[in-house]
């Protein structure tokens, strides 16, 4: 359980920081104009694609810290 619980922390933290230097967000906006009365409003999208690189990329970290944590377990035994 507890090998779980590190590499969920070791993912989040290494991949979270390796996506936001590495991956690059793009949020998106545009601007609707004389629309319902009202003149002008901003809608803001998210960015689907960084987020399915960057739990991609936490997903990736946490598996390989995982078997890291294992080999090392077996290892020492």
């Known amino acids: 359980m507890k090998k779980i619980m590190v590499s969920l922390l070791c993912g989040l933290l290494g991949g979270g920081t390796l996506s936001y230097l590495f991956l690059e967000n ?11 009365g009202i003149d002008e409003r901003v809608v803001k999208e ?5 987020l399915f690189n960057s739990s991609v990329l936490i997903i990736v970290v946490s598996a390989l810290t995982y078997v890291l944590l294992r080999m090392i377990e077996k290892r020492w035994r």
């Open 46 to 50: 998210w960015d689907y694609h960084f």
């Open 26 to 36: 793009h949020p998106s906006s545009y601007i609707i104009y004389d629309q319902g």
